[in-house]
């Protein structure tokens, strides 16, 4: 986990524990073990402490905090026996210097980094804190201002601002074409230099725990909790990392740290960084799906998108930021003419925001090829079509595709409702055909969900994810069910927040429940944003809008919502829709004339209204939504209970910090929300969404977690 060498008198101590160097037991007993034997050594005047591979730690090893290992020789020990050693010690930085290997850095006494790399205390994103001195140190090296907005904010800088700050003592030049061997070498060869120059200094002013630091005034600190509460709404570790900053202006080091340790204490053992690391590792599992091999990905060089409208211009801005060409085809030169000028908008907006440079949006404009003619995507390796959301018009563009593209060439479809499998069946290579579904805008929103058909190879399935990844997408992999997962889920919690419109409540009684949950927005304010008219011809399109047609034993919970689009309140487009808006406003105010039609409505339907507490309405919308995640797992149709975290996290705005919907459900309990059900479906026979998921009531009965069970299902999967 470290090795040891001397190198001109200098001891050179390297972290190795790939793939990020995180600080685990191993690594931190390594490091001990390197600063005692450099110590003994009479021959060894200076130390070096640098990363391998490709990065110095990008943090403590986060699984440790599970099981309890990060308290065995605890970092802020290891980092405390750093700066009180004798001989100078010098830090290398390479890749990214994140959390505890930031920590490490700062109780060394010169910090000397690659141009190339980042350093940045992200603690507060897994609920905690800089929890090895670096709410204390940081401070006293760069100033309480500039330290409280690095640790609160979680965000990483670059070098060449953390030299600006002070938080390094040289730079080393590396340019983007060199490689990493280049990169750390060079790095070593400055860092050996530094120590053999510095090797008699006085190391007095080199302890950074021995600074002083400036206070500020209180106003400062009330300023940033204020903005943190509206920057990171609902989380505790931001406003508890501020606390212990304030401490590092109050007390000398050594209170100062016992005040850090305590703030952490708790947050470690709290339900939001539980949920937060969930989900660090949820993300990067989606990756790793059971009888899946990504290593057979064919490599995806040169992309086509059919359809230049919304949804096709953003899917076409991924692929040319990362340099892959796209040629870009519409039926219509109006409609192509209009997609690419929204393309070229996208990246002046960014030249004038300092997002980019002229040059580099001039680049990756230059990947894009507009185009009335499908004959040239004929040596295209993938093609994604976005098209109007109609299967006849699906199939004979995919149709057409087979006839024209090579044959390895990979069809992907981005439609939100229409089944996989028949869209496949119109081509002869079902088995290259998959859904891409990207979330609008699909140039911002990072989630995609993967949709496998019933004939969708193994190569088809690695290939897409890995091009997700590529264009910096958070790829899920999902069945072919109505809605796919995100969807699918979202029709029993909109059904909710309907069905209470006609018992009692009114829109913005559900919206502001859920937005006192954390969700970003109401459903309502969620539906007025994206059109209330696309909820319609949903309904339409499931033949449940005409009472002739519906089902009479499912309770029908959208009159309102049907006659709204009648009266053309599609939401922020019309300036109303649930709410009003002022022209050019986003912020809608409740509305007598909404509030009249849901009282009219729920008489008419036979309801007599009541009032209904926050509670129930936290408990119907979230429930349902559960109740319909379980069953995406017994089904199949979601490969894990943490890809569908992931999906409602970065789709739908589920608030992290309870970890997304499955997460949840473990931590409410499951007896108690299958009890609910049970209950809330017993008041409301008529709704099938309250018919209890098979896999819940299984659950809730041997009182098992849902992320266990799952866990020990796969593994026994994988062991066959
Ligand atoms: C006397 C006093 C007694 C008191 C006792 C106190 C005891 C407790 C002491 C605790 C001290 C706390 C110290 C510290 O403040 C806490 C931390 O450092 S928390 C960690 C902070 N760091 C981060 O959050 C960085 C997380 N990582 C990343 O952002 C990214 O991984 C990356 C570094 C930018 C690299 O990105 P990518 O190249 O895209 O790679 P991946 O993200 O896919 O990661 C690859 C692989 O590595 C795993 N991994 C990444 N980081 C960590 C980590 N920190 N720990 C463990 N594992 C990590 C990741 O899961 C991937 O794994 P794979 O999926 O491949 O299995
Ligand atoms: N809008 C969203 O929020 C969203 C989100 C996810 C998925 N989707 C899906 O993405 C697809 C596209 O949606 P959109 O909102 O971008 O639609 P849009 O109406 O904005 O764009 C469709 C484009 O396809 C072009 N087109 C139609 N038939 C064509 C053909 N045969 N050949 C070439 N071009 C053709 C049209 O001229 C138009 O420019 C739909 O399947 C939709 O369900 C949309």
Known sequence: MTSYKTIKDVAVITIENPPVNALSLAVREGILDGLSRASKDDTVCAIVIIGGGRTFPAGADISEFANGKAFTKPLPQIIEKIESTQKPIVCAIHGTAFGGGLEVALGCHYRIASTRSKVGLPEVNLGILPGAGGTQRLPRLIGVWLAAEMICSGKPIEAVDADAKGILD??????????????????????????????????????????KVEPVSDFFYEQLALQISKNARGMNAPLQALKAVKASAMFPFKEGMQREQQILGRLFVSSQAKALQHIFFAERQTMKIPGIDMKKGVPIKFVGVIGAGMMGSGIA????????????????????????????????????????TRFLADRSLGYLRPSLHYEDLSNVDLVIEAVFENLDVKKSVLKHLDEICKPQTILCTNTSTLDIDQIASATNRPDRVIGTHFFSPANVMRLMENVAGSKTSERTIASVMQISKTISKIPVLVGNCFGFIGNRMLFPYNNQANALLQEGAFPHDVDKVLYDFGFPMGLFQMSDLAGNDIGLHIRKAQGIVDPSQRDPNERYVSTTADKLCEMKRFGVKSSKGWYSYAKGSRKGRPDKEVMDLIVENSKAEGFVRRNISAKEIEERCLYALINEGFKCLEEGMAYKPGDIDIIWIYGYGFPPQKGGPMHYADAVGLKKIYDSILQYGKADPKTSAWKPSKLLEQLASSGKKLAKYWTKKLKAQSNL
Request: no cysteine.
């Open 170 to 211: 040289d730079l080393v030049e590396i340019s983007s074409l060199e490689s990493v061997q280049t990169e750390y070498d060079k790095l070593l060869d400055a860092a050996i230099t530094l120590a053999l120059r510095v090797k008699n200094h006085s190391l007095e002013g080199k302890r950074v725990s021995q600074l």
């Open 317 to 356: 801005i991924n692929f040319i930021k990362k340099g892959i060409p796209v040629v870009l085809i519409d039926a219509e030169q109006e409609f192509l003419d209009r997609g690419v000028k929204a393309i070229e908008d996208y990246f002046k907006g960014r030249v004038k925001k300092g997002k980019t």
